[in-house]
């Protein structure tokens, strides 16, 4: 049997729960009165410009601040393929972020527009949500439902924030039955970002790439996959109906409530090669379950 310590080193990028900035000790009482002593996780604030002009402030757990904005700034379309980015500056006494281009960039108009989302610690989108999405074409890729049981049991047995000290969303980047990054924050799209920036700065391909959420798969995540050009969405979790009306309008297939055994596919269903019995794989171990609701 896979032990857990060893799961973390099939990644690329892995979770670092014993980080001494992502969590700090706190002391309370539980349902007894009786004292104890808890990890929870950190929130700063990260400001992010583009140049010369700032552009947003997100809470994050503070951890690859680069990718959090280089992810940012391509998922709203501030950042193209055809930008030279000449340095990305961090500091962290500042909490600022600044990410330089060969030539001056202008949103403005992105800018005096902002549509709050659903997502934990309040995402942001800016401009038209829809912008980009019209002409878009998402590969024909396949995934064999025998990668999908394997990504769950791989990625739910990774030893990670959440499971040192909850409060916490993480996304996983993958190829086939191997995933390959998997970042952490308090909110699902800060975690995105982190993985869009990462596939920005590293030129990775999103052709063959599925995408694991541990969140809702709600209309924001779905934009922000389609827009980074990844075919398939996968989480543990719900829909909400704009996330399913928008992943069928551009033809992303979206899988939720993957627990054991079961999964449903909501839309892009012909991408599925179902090579897999459903009963010959072992229902989730209570031990390894993720405890608790996300929000």
Same mark, same amino acid.
């Given at each position: 049997? &896979?032990?857990?310590? %060893?799961?973390?080193?099939?990644?690329?990028?892995?979770?670092?729960?014993?980080?001494e900035r992502l969590t700090r000790a706190v002391t309370g009482t539980?349902?007894?009165?009786?004292? !104890? =002593?808890?990890?929870? !996780?950190?929130?700063?604030?990260? $400001?992010?410009?583009?140049?010369?002009? =700032?552009?947003?402030? @997100?809470?994050?757990?503070?951890?690859?601040?680069?990718?959090?904005?280089?992810?940012?700034?391509?998922?709203?379309?501030?950042?193209?393929?055809? %930008?030279?980015? &000449?340095?990305? %500056?961090?500091?962290?006494?500042?909490?600022?972020?600044?990410?330089?281009?060969?030539?001056?960039?202008?949103?403005?108009?992105?800018?005096?527009?902002? &549509?709050?989302?659903?997502?934990?610690?309040?995402?942001?989108?800016?401009?038209?949500?829809?912008?980009? /999405?019209?002409? /878009?074409?998402?590969?024909?890729?396949?995934? *064999? $439902?025998?990668?999908?049981?394997?990504?769950?049991?791989?990625?739910?047995? &990774?030893?990670?924030?959440? #499971?040192? @000290?909850?409060?916490?969303?993480? $996304?996983?980047?993958?190829?086939?039955?191997?995933?390959?990054?998997?970042?952490?924050?308090?909110?699902?799209?800060? @975690?995105?970002d982190k993985i869009a920036g990462w596939m920005f700065s590293e030129?990775?391909?999103?052709?063959? *790439?599925? #995408?694991?959420? $541990?969140?809702?798969?709600?209309?924001?995540?779905?934009? *922000?996959?389609?827009?980074?050009?990844?075919?398939?969405?996968?989480?543990?979790?719900?829909?909400?109906?704009?996330?399913?009306?928008?992943?069928?309008?551009?033809?992303?297939? /979206?899988?939720?409530?993957?627990?054991?055994?079961?999964?449903?596919?909501?839309?892009?269903? =012909?991408?599925?090669?179902?090579?897999?019995?459903?009963?010959? !794989?072992? %229902? =989730?171990?209570? *031990?390894?379950?993720?405890?608790? @609701?996300?929000?």
């Open positions: 049997m &896979t032990r857990s310590s %060893d799961v973390a080193q099939h990644y690329v990028i892995a979770p670092d729960p014993q980080a539980d349902q007894q009165g009786e004292a !104890v =002593e808890i990890r929870v !996780v950190e929130e700063r604030p990260l $400001t992010i410009f583009l140049n010369a002009r =700032e552009i947003v402030t @997100a809470m994050t757990i503070g951890d690859y601040p680069d990718y959090l904005a280089l992810g940012f700034l391509r998922n709203q379309g501030m950042l193209r393929d055809s %930008d030279t980015v &000449t340095g990305v %500056d961090y500091d962290e006494d500042l909490e600022t972020v600044v990410v330089r281009t060969a030539e001056q960039t202008s949103h403005e108009d992105k800018l005096a527009k902002k &549509t709050r989302t659903s997502g934990c610690a309040v995402g942001t989108v800016f401009g038209d949500m829809m912008e980009g /999405l019209e002409d /878009l074409t998402l590969p024909p890729a396949q995934v *064999k $439902t025998s990668d999908l049981y394997a990504l769950a049991h791989t990625i739910n047995r &990774t030893p990670s924030l959440y #499971l040192e @000290a909850g409060a916490i969303h993480g $996304t996983v980047l993958c190829r086939e039955g191997r995933p390959l990054v998997y970042m952490e924050d308090v909110g699902r799209h800060n @975690a995105v030129g990775i391909g999103a052709a063959d *790439k599925i #995408l694991y959420t $541990t969140g809702r798969l709600t209309s924001e995540m779905v934009i *922000k996959t389609a827009l980074m050009g990844i075919p398939v969405l996968a989480s543990r979790s719900g829909f909400t109906a704009w996330g399913v009306e928008i992943a069928q309008q551009v033809g992303l297939t /979206l899988i939720g409530r993957m627990r054991g055994q079961r999964f449903v596919c909501l839309s892009g269903e =012909e991408r599925l090669v179902r090579d897999a019995d459903p009963s010959a !794989v072992p %229902d =989730e171990a209570r *031990k390894h379950s993720r405890k608790g @609701a996300r929000t």
